[in-house]
């Protein structure tokens, strides 16, 4: 995959603003990746051009942007205005530049055409041309508003986010994008039934054998011979809950035979447990136990 700088770190240097990624590698040899951007004092100058590539920007700003001055392949698009909670789109191939007049706070969706293109084919759909959009207009998207909304609280703590669970969210953002904006309409037909009992089985032995959630889903699906959006369908219906949370169910289960058996500090079971520290650990355990990791032990032991 070729460099880029529309998102993370060189994202945020080429806009002069602090940014925090999350890369999802969740589709076959590309990524879909989100950046929080947040800029405090513009610089009143115009932002550098990207790296030209094939390659979609979907953003959702959070802050009033009231005059934005935008150009494509050099040519100015009308001068126009952002509101809080809007979605605008960039055609990266098409050396998107803005001038940088004011303070801004957005999450912005990096969405390659090799993602789009592996998502259409999942969906056995025809492959996406362009996305539907016009420069420097902007859209409500009440969809990729609540999810960036969402995302907000875990860029404060990224090294807590379960992989399993960014997979989720970017393949969700990745095919809203392509059917909203790229025409997508999936031809299979659903699957009503879920999981075969062979397939459940070397499906959670995958996914118990990866507590930390570092198991790719796509690893995972194509071990049960079923394509991403198959394998996530299905599992849901034969189990109940989506995988990621299947992962967190299982660490909890492992926590508690640890805690009830074994006297190490909790540091090491959230550890032990696929958990980035203690405080991480406590969070789940509480909200899905009803009580913190300590007083558990406490009770059992007593």
Request: aromatic share 8%; glycine share 6%; hydrophobic share 40%.
């Amino acid at each position: 995959m070729p460099n880029s700088d529309s998102y993370g770190e060189a994202f945020g240097k080429r806009l002069n603003a602090q940014a925090t990624a999350f890369v999802a590698r969740a589709l076959p040899k590309t990524i879909i990746a989100v950046t929080e951007m947040r800029c405090e004092n513009s610089q009143n100058v115009l932002s550098t051009p990207p790296i030209e590539e094939d390659a979609y920007l979907v953003a959702v700003h959070f802050k009033n942007f009231p005059r934005y001055e935008y150009w494509e392949n050099g040519k100015a698009a009308p001068v126009s205005a952002i509101r809080p909670g809007e979605t605008i789109i960039y055609d990266i191939k098409r050396r998107p530049i803005f001038h940088v007049n004011s303070a801004f706070h957005t999450v912005h969706f990096y969405l390659p055409r090799a993602a789009l293109s592996a998502i259409a084919d999942d969906a056995n759909a025809p492959r996406i041309q362009d996305l539907d959009y016009k420069p420097a207009v902007t859209r409500a998207d009440p969809v990729l508003r609540g999810i960036g909304e969402t995302l907000l609280p875990l860029f404060r703590n990224p090294d807590r986010v379960n992989r399993l669970f960014m997979d989720h969210v970017m393949l969700a953002v990745g095919h809203h994008v392509a059917s909203k904006y790229g025409g997508m309409r999936p031809k299979e037909q659903p699957i009503l039934g879920g999981l075969t009992p062979c397939q459940e089985r070397r499906a959670k032995e995958l996914l118990r054998e990866n507590l930390s959630g570092e198991a790719p889903l796509a690893a995972v699906a194509s071990e049960c011979g079923l394509s991403l959006s198959q394998f996530s369908r299905a599992f849901r219906k034969a189990v109940g809950i989506p995988p990621y949370r299947w992962v967190i169910q299982q660490r909890i289960t492992l926590a508690k035979s640890l805690l009830r058996n074994d006297p190490m500090p909790l540091s090491e079971v959230a550890l032990a447990c696929g958990f980035s520290d203690q405080s991480h650990f406590t969070r789940y355990f509480s909200a899905l136990v009803g009580m913190s990791p300590g007083v558990w032990r406490r009770s059992v032991q007593g």
